[in-house]
Structure formats: C-alpha cells, structure tokens
C-alpha cells in the first residue's frame, strides 16, 4: 500500500541532471575533442568547498579551462551539449587559481546544499565526491604503484600490475525507529546537549541494508527493531557515503547508549518532534534541513498526523 505522505521530487544533493556522458569516456580523441572546445566549462571544488557565485542567485561558477589545462581531464558530463569538466583547486598553481576563482567564491558544501538550487546542489555533490576519491587513490591499494586517470575520470589505472579502480560509494543505512508515536533518537559524542539524530551506520560486507537496520540500531542503543522499510536515499559527499533511508518498528524497551559513539538515546514524544521539526522546541534541536535524516523526521511527524 502506498504511503500517503509523498516525498518531494527532489530535496538537496538530488536530483542533477547532468548527462554523465558514459558512451564518450572510451574514446580519448572525443575526450581532447571536448577539452578543445571553447564552449567547454569546468566546475572546481577544494577541500574548503565549492567554487560558487552570486550572479543571478547562488550557483557553482563556471569557468574556461585551466591554461594550460593540467595532466589528465576530469569529464563531469554533458551540459546541454557542452562538455563539463571538475578541477581540484588544491592542484592549481596559486596564479591559475586566482584567475579561476575571479568572480567566485568558495562555499562549503553543507552550505551550499542548503544555498543552491537542488540541482546545483546535486552536481557539487558529483564533484566533491570525485575529487575526494581521486584525492585519496593516487596510488594503487594492490601494489602501491602511482595510479593515472581513465575514463576520463572514472577510473585509476596501474601502470604496474593493471589494476583499474573505480570510484566508491559507502553504504549507511539511516532510520527511523518507532513505537507507540515515539521517535527513537539519539545524540553523538561531541554533540553539544540537546541535539538529536536518527540512528544510522555503515552496512557490513555479507549484510543486507534491512539486515544493517536491525543490527545498527541494536548495537546502538540495545533496542530490537523489525519489518525495516526502504524510504530513499541521498548522496552524502562527506566522504563518499549514499545514505539508505529506511523505517523501522519496534516493540519499545529502554534504551541505552551501548558502543561507544552515542552519548545518550532515547524515546521522543510526537508533540517534542513535531515542535523541533518547526523549530519551536528549545530543548531539541534536529539535524539540517539538507539531510535524509531530516527528511525522514518530517516524513515520520507528517504520517502521524495522516
């Protein structure tokens, strides 16, 4: 039975609809093709955010090609026809970097998911996320050999023993937990008082995402949770994480902070949720507006009152 609280069509981080140009990657002299056009664009990011500006409303900055342009090419996708390429502007000299960020500035990515539009937001994402895995894989975790770019960005080949590597995304599961028009929520070492979240972590080699609820949210807070529901799911570049929104049941008990990572858990009254969910709860403060966690919050408040 379908639920009667619909999800928008899109929320931050969602909804880009960039052509990944999947059929043009294997051809290296239609990759220099693109690259040499005028019309090509490049969007860049650093490790302090995205390369944005202020124009015409907020939007990442699209700029010509470095001059020169660097080793291997980056190949974003297709906007419109035109080629879109991502630069890492920690690979810039510091001249080239000055002429690229002329006119822009530089947005941290949770910032941006909330400032730009959600297409623009799901694109920074695309960009953040594979700058930091070619960041991170410039050597070969078979052998150790130095790696170079394919596919025009999709890949790190070996020169040494062949292997190719491909970008990675992690799985985390995130829920809500309910009982009795209770949320189960829980806030994380570090977490200043009074700040809350869904329950959520990665799932485990062998495990499937249902599997991961169940097993999560009993480590977490020794609470059993069953019939786990799949909701949606939404990349999450912080590094590399595509959160898995899920609902899940439970028959109660007291919670308990078990492993470590929790500083408190516990059941939340609908009347506190539904108050923090409209900022009128000083005593609870929920996740940002650009999360699934938050999503699914409002999504729980919302079929509590169908």
């Known amino acids: 039975m379908s639920s009667p609280v619909q999800l928008p069509a899109a929320w931050p981080f969602t909804g880009m609809a960039l052509d ?10 239609r990759i220099g ?3 040499e056009d005028p019309d090509a664009r490049a969007v860049a990011a650093g490790r302090d955010g995205v390369l944005v500006c202020d124009r015409a ?6 700029a010509r090609l470095p001059d020169p342009p660097g080793p291997e090419p980056i190949l974003l996708g297709l906007e419109r026809g035109t080629a879109l390429f991502a630069v890492d502007l920690e690979e810039l000299p510091a001249s080239e970097r000055a002429a690229m960020t002329d006119g822009g500035r530089v947005l941290a990515l949770r910032e941006a998911g909330a400032a730009l539009p959600h297409s623009e937001a799901g694109l ?3 960009l953040v996320a594979l700058l930091n895995w070619h960041r991170s894989h410039r050597f070969c975790a078979n052998c150790g050999a130095a790696t170079a770019i394919g596919q025009a960005g ?7 023993c062949e292997t190719v590597h491909f970008p990675r995304t992690d799985p985390v599961v995130i829920m809500t937990v309910e009982h009795q028009r209770r949320l189960l929520l829980g806030r994380r070492v570090g977490w200043p008082a009074g700040r809350g979240s869904l329950l959520a972590g990665f799932v485990s080699p062998g495990e499937s995402a249902e599997e991961a609820v169940i097993r999560e949210v009993h480590e977490e807070s020794g609470i059993l949770a069953h019939d786990p529901r799949f909701v949606t799911s939404q990349p999450w570049p912080f590094p590399s994480s595509l959160m898995l929104g899920f609902e899940a049941q439970s028959d109660g ?5 078990r492993d470590g990572e929790l500083e408190e858990v516990g059941w939340f009254a609908f ?3 539904r108050a923090a969910a409209q900022d009128r709860n000083p005593d609870l403060q929920l996740p940002p507006r650009v999360s699934v966690a938050r999503l699914l919050i409002e999504r729980w408040v919302a079929l509590q009152l169908a």
């Open 20 to 29: 990944r140009a999947s059929s043009e990657r294997e051809d290296p002299a």
């Open 33 to 35: 093709q693109l690259r």
């Open 57 to 62: 409303g907020t939007a990442l900055l699209r």
């Open 124 to 126: 920074a994402a695309y």
């Open 154 to 160: 999709y890949s790190r080949r070996c020169p040494r």
């Open 253 to 257: 008990g007291e919670p308990h902070a």
């Open 271 to 273: 009347e506190a949720v």
